[in-house]
C-alpha cells in the first residue's frame, strides 16, 4: 500500500513538471516526429474502424545529425492471415485495440511476432513501444519466455540502429520494462527512449530509471531468464544483485 501511494504521489509531481519541463525552448524551431509505415499496413481511410486525430506529434529538433524517421500519417495495423480468432478480440487493453486496427499509431517496425511504434506520450526525441503480438500480460507473467525477451531486444534495437545510430553506438538509450503494478497497460511492452542523454532528469532518473522497484532493463531481464531464472524476482531486497 505504501509502495502504491509513493508511485502515485510520484507521478502527480511528474504530471504537474511535465508541461515545465517538456516545453520547447525554442517552439518556432520544433519539428514533427513521424515514422514511415512498413509494407502491410492499410492507410487508415476507413473512418468507420479508424479514425486518427489530426494533430501531430512535435518535439524540439535534436542535437546532433542522426536520420529521424521520414513523416507519414496514423496508420492502423492489419491483422495477419491466419491469425486465430480469439487472439485479439479477446485482448481489451488499448493494446488490443492497435492490434485489431481499431486504434490507429505511428508505426516504426512490424513482423509476424512484434509490433513497434511511437509512444503517445514521448519522453525523449525518440521513445518507441515494442510488444508482443500474442497476448503477455506483463513482464512478471509466466508466458513471458526468453525466445520473446530476445525478439523484442531484436527489434529494439533494429529501431535503434535505423533511426538512432549514433545513440545505438554510444549506448545513449535506454531499454526498460514497468513492473507490475506500475506498469500502465497490461500487454507487455519494451520501452526504447534515445538518446538518454537528452531526457528530462525527472523520467531518466525517475520514472525509467532501471533496476529499480518500478522499472527494470532488458539487459536483466534476458540475463536473468537465459539463466533459468524468472524475469523478475517477486521480492525487491537485494533482487538486483544477481
Given at each position: 500500500?505504501?509502495?502504491?501511494?509513493?508511485?502515485?504521489?510520484?507521478?502527480?509531481?511528474?504530471?504537474?513538471?511535465?508541461?515545465?519541463?517538456?516545453?520547447?525552448?525554442?517552439?518556432?524551431?520544433?519539428?514533427?516526429?513521424?515514422?514511415?509505415?512498413?509494407?502491410?499496413?492499410?492507410?487508415?481511410?476507413?473512418?468507420?474502424?479508424?479514425?486518427?486525430?489530426?494533430?501531430?506529434?512535435?518535439?524540439?529538433?535534436?542535437?546532433?545529425?542522426?536520420?529521424?524517421?521520414?513523416?507519414?500519417?496514423?496508420?492502423?495495423?492489419?491483422?495477419?492471415?491466419?491469425?486465430?480468432?480469439?487472439?485479439?478480440?479477446?485482448?481489451?487493453?488499448?493494446?488490443?485495440?492497435?492490434?485489431?486496427?481499431?486504434r490507429p499509431v505511428r508505426t516504426v517496425a512490424v513482423s509476424e511476432q512484434i509490433l513497434a511504434f511511437v509512444d503517445q506520450t514521448p519522453r525523449a526525441p525518440l521513445h518507441v513501444l515494442v510488444i508482443p503480438k500474442r497476448r503477455i500480460d506483463s513482464v512478471r507473467a509466466g508466458n513471458f519466455s526468453n525466445e520473446v525477451a530476445e525478439s523484442l531486444h531484436g527489434a529494439a534495437m533494429k529501431v535503434l540502429q535505423k533511426h538512432c545510430p549514433t545513440s545505438a553506438e554510444t549506448g545513449d538509450y535506454i531499454l526498460c520494462y514497468h513492473v507490475p503494478p506500475?506498469?500502465?497497460?497490461?500487454?507487455?511492452?519494451l520501452h526504447v527512449l534515445a538518446p538518454a542523454s537528452q531526457m528530462a532528469p525527472l523520467y531518466r532518473y525517475g520514472k525509467y530509471a532501471t533496476e529499480t522497484l518500478w522499472c527494470v532493463s532488458d539487459r536483466h531481464v534476458r540475463h536473468r531468464l537465459h539463466k533459468g531464472l524468472p524475469p523478475v524476482p517477486s521480492f525487491f531486497l537485494g533482487c538486483y544483485l544477481f
Open positions: 500500500m505504501r509502495v502504491q501511494l509513493f508511485y502515485q504521489s510520484m507521478t502527480a509531481l511528474l504530471a504537474t513538471t511535465t508541461s515545465l519541463v517538456d516545453q520547447p525552448r525554442r517552439p518556432e524551431k520544433t519539428t514533427t516526429l513521424s515514422i514511415s509505415t512498413p509494407a502491410g499496413e492499410n492507410s487508415g481511410n476507413d473512418e468507420a474502424a479508424c479514425s486518427p486525430p489530426r494533430h501531430p506529434l512535435r518535439i524540439s529538433p535534436p542535437n546532433q545529425p542522426d536520420p529521424w524517421p521520414p513523416p507519414s500519417e496514423l496508420r492502423c495495423h492489419t491483422l495477419p492471415p491466419g491469425s486465430p480468432p480469439d487472439e485479439y478480440t479477446s485482448n481489451p487493453t488499448p493494446f488490443g485495440a492497435i492490434l485489431r486496427g481499431d506500475f506498469n500502465s497497460v497490461d500487454h507487455l511492452h
